[in-house]
């Protein structure tokens, strides 16, 4: 069975970049995605860049969800970037609290990701599909999983649609979530966010900001093949490969992969899935 597919991309900050991610964009178009999502800089910083991108996956014929995070933002600017992209026919949200630039203090009027959710249905009702994140092993911020948990309610009780989550490589811990989540009586889907291994420096380097657990039979793996690129790039199609059968074979609604503006890794993990179909 082939799951809905998502990509998701990050803001160039070239001309050339933004070239090359067109590009790229045109391969996985072939696979036709549910939607392509753009990130958001911390405190809003690539708006510009985002906006654009999404304005372009809107122009090629792909629904394009707009990441939209708050801290630091106030009301005012919130109700005119949603009036934005409604203009810009965008009507999929990836609403997040978000992360402000390093040396600012915590500002604006939003705390949390519930607060941005509730806010967005209050000024455009049922405009936009929201989309919310959520951590499998838990926000690296948290208190607790039970918080992290009850934290994640408050965003589906605010009004969000759907979930995705941050990247993982153990399955179990998907599942557990899912099954925490039920327990709760929340039905909202929640689709594991993917992360293709092409370096196992960028992949260490990602894991240890975001709280991503990389298990140790992995991470020893990669340390063990040094900087033999081609023996990384195998071993992480086998591993990643593996992972979404299971999620696949589990139940999962869909499958959202972090693209890195890359295709290469992204089309392997598919072809081999659609073999193994």
């Known amino acids: 069975m082939r799951l809905p597919l998502s990509f998701e991309f990050f803001p160039t900050k070239t001309p050339?970049?933004?070239?090359?991610?067109?590009?790229?964009?045109?391969?996985?178009?072939?696979?036709?995605?549910?939607?392509?999502?753009?990130?958001?800089?911390?405190?809003?910083?690539?708006?510009?860049?985002?906006?654009?991108?999404?304005?372009?996956?809107?122009?090629?014929?792909v629904d394009a969800a707009s990441h939209f995070s708050c801290i630091g933002a106030t009301k005012a600017t919130v109700r005119t970037q949603l009036g934005e992209l409604k203009a810009m026919g965008v009507r999929r949200l990836v609403a997040l609290r978000g992360d402000l630039p390093s040396g600012y203090g915590v500002g604006g009027e939003f705390g949390h990701a519930s607060d941005l959710v509730a806010f967005i249905r209050q000024e455009?009702?049922?405009?936009?599909?929201?989309?919310?994140?959520?951590?499998?092993?838990?926000?690296?911020?948290?208190?607790?999983?039970?918080?992290?948990?009850?934290?994640?309610?408050?965003?589906?009780?605010?009004?969000?649609?759907?979930?995705?989550?941050?990247?993982?490589?153990?399955?179990?811990?998907?599942?557990?979530?899912?099954?925490?989540?039920?327990?709760?009586?929340?039905?909202?889907?929640?689709?594991?966010?993917?992360?293709?291994?092409?370096?196992?420096?960028?992949?260490?380097?990602?894991?240890?900001?975001?709280?991503?657990?990389?298990?140790?039979?992995?991470?020893?793996?990669?340390?063990?093949?040094?900087?033999d690129t081609a023996s990384i790039k195998a071993f992480g199609l086998d591993a990643v490969a593996t992972l979404c059968e299971r999620l696949r074979a589990g139940g999962a609604p869909a499958l959202h992969f972090y693209t890195m503006n890359q295709a290469t890794a992204t089309l392997a993990l598919l072809d081999r899935l659609e073999g193994s179909a």
């Open 16 to 61: 050339e970049g933004a070239v090359k991610l067109r590009a790229v964009r045109q391969q996985l178009y072939a696979q036709q995605p549910e939607f392509c999502s753009v990130t958001y800089g911390a405190g809003g910083s690539t708006h510009e860049g985002t906006f654009g991108a999404v304005r372009e996956i809107l122009a090629e014929g």
């Open 124 to 227: 455009t009702g049922r405009d936009f599909h929201v989309e919310v994140a959520c951590y499998p092993e838990v926000h690296p911020q948290a208190r607790s999983p039970e918080a992290d948990l009850q934290a994640f309610a408050s965003k589906v009780k605010a009004g969000a649609d759907s979930a995705i989550t941050q990247y993982f490589f153990n399955a179990d811990a998907y599942f557990r979530f899912v099954d925490d989540v039920r327990r709760l009586g929340i039905d909202t889907p929640i689709v594991p966010g993917v992360m293709p291994i092409t370096s196992s420096t960028q992949l260490m380097r990602f894991s240890d900001a975001c709280g991503a657990e990389i298990p140790r039979w992995i991470r020893l793996r990669l340390q063990g093949y040094g900087d």
